[in-house]
């Protein structure tokens, strides 16, 4: 007979943002713990749940695979769970912080177009050169793949 499992569902790479909100959503009567690590960081031996939610840096160890019923991923997207899909129940959350990831390729596209590191070497010397505002001006922006992230990108970018 095997032991039961402590939690009803274990979430891995939690970060303190993220379980604020997750605390509130997760019905009173779940047992329920977070971790900040991804589960190889972790260096659980064994599966605290039969139920476990990731984001994309973990990885289900081999020996964990008949422990586990389901995962479901808090990302947007799936591909990371193919891998586990044959013999574990796997789900995603599709709008999960699809809009923090757009942000962030907005932050990168923009810093990239107003040379950021040329920027920040140009504040120590009080310089202003290369930083007239209009890098960014009449600009096109190509998105390659419109799923959740890439329509958050676009509305961004509109």
């Not at 690590?37 to 599966?47: A, G």
């Not at 799936?78 to 044959?86: I, V």
Request: net charge positive.
């Amino acid at each position: 007979m095997k032991a039961k499992s402590y939690y009803d569902v274990f979430f891995y790479e939690v970060f303190e943002e993220e379980k604020k909100l997750l605390e509130k959503n997760i019905p009173p009567n779940l047992r329920y713990g977070f971790i900040k690590e991804s589960i190889q960081n972790s260096k659980q031996e064994k599966p605290p749940s039969k139920l476990i939610s990731i984001r994309t840096h973990s990885r289900v160890p081999a020996d964990w695979e008949n422990e586990i019923k389901g995962i479901v991923s808090r990302s947007s997207g799936f591909d990371h769970l193919l891998e586990y899909s044959e013999k574990i129940n796997c789900g995603y959350l599709p709008l999960y912080c699809n809009r923090s990831v757009a942000e962030q390729t907005m932050l990168l596209w923009t810093s990239l177009l107003r040379k950021l590191p040329l920027q920040i070497k140009n504040f120590e010397t009080f310089s202003r050169e290369g930083i007239s505002g209009i890098e960014a001006k009449d600009k096109t922006v190509i998105i390659f793949g419109v799923g959740n992230i890439g329509y958050e990108i676009y509305k961004i970018a509109r």
